[in-house]
């Protein structure tokens, strides 16, 4: 079974720095798909960056990049210019290829700091 | 937004009463799955849906069950609620295009209290 551990329960980091969550998976799988997901205090889960893992390159969405090792099975997400409004909780998600559903890890609290 | 909604957003309950939640879309999507949220564990499936009367169990199965009669409804129900079932319910869809294939969108949650 996949599992998803993110090392890093809380965090914080000014406003206008970069700050990296971490994430590992362990699988036997080679192709599959990778998930940033973010939950404000509104309680929504919102998508913010995925990544295939048969792409080598990079994903980004405007502030946020992904570092994708998948010889290392890691998957961190960096979040530039950090902004109050991102503050929220971030969780990494995977999900093998042709699966029905995913497996999430337990969280990161990240807290953006005036 | 993917058209997803949960009844009720809240609710308490007595231990040992039965308790139903509702997710609905307005999509047409043939995926859907419950989730419930708690700390530490982030999210774990519970049940999820491939179509009309096709259900399947997930990693938290135990002491819930799952009707879907129609598309747009995914029914969760705790038979005889325990203390332990209070959390964070969450319904999601899978994404069916081009570009949202094998993404999930989640509804609003609904936050459940066993007393």
């Known amino acids: 079974a996949q599992t998803v551990t993110q090392s890093q329960p809380e965090m914080s980091v000014q406003e206008a720095e970069t700050v990296t969550l971490s994430c590992t998976y362990d699988?036997?799988?080679?192709?599959?798909?990778l998930f940033w997901y973010k939950q404000p205090p509104s309680r929504q889960m919102i998508l913010v960056i995925r990544q295939e893992a048969y792409k080598q390159q990079n994903a980004t969405e405007n502030r946020f990049s992904v570092n994708f090792q998948k010889a290392a099975k890691s998957f961190s997400l960096k979040i530039s210019d950090s902004q109050l409004g991102d503050t929220a909780m971030y969780f990494c998600?995977?999900?093998?290829?042709?699966?029905?559903?995913?497996?999430f890890g337990p969280g990161t609290r990240l807290s953006v700091l005036p | 937004d993917a058209g997803i909604t949960q009844s009720p957003r809240h609710k308490v309950t007595e231990t040992g009463t039965p308790v139903t939640l509702r997710c609905h879309q307005t999509?047409?999507?043939?995926?859907m799955y419950w989730y419930r949220q708690d700390p530490g564990h982030g999210l774990r499936l519970i049940h999820y849906s491939y179509g009309v009367k096709d259900t399947d169990k997930g990693e938290v199965s135990d002491g819930y069950s799952v009707s879907r009669s129609k598309t747009e409804d995914f029914l969760l129900t705790l038979e005889s609620a325990t203390s332990s079932q209070t959390s964070v319910y969450f319904c999601?869809?899978?994404?069916?295009?081009?570009?949202?294939?094998?993404?999930?969108?989640f509804g609003p949650g609904t936050r459940l209290t066993v007393l």
């Open positions: 999509e047409n999507h043939r995926y």
């Open positions: 699988t036997s799988e080679n192709n599959y798909y």
């Open positions: 998600a995977f999900m093998k290829h042709a699966a029905q559903n995913f497996v």
């Open positions: 999601a869809i899978r994404g069916q295009g081009a570009t949202t294939n094998n993404e999930q969108f």
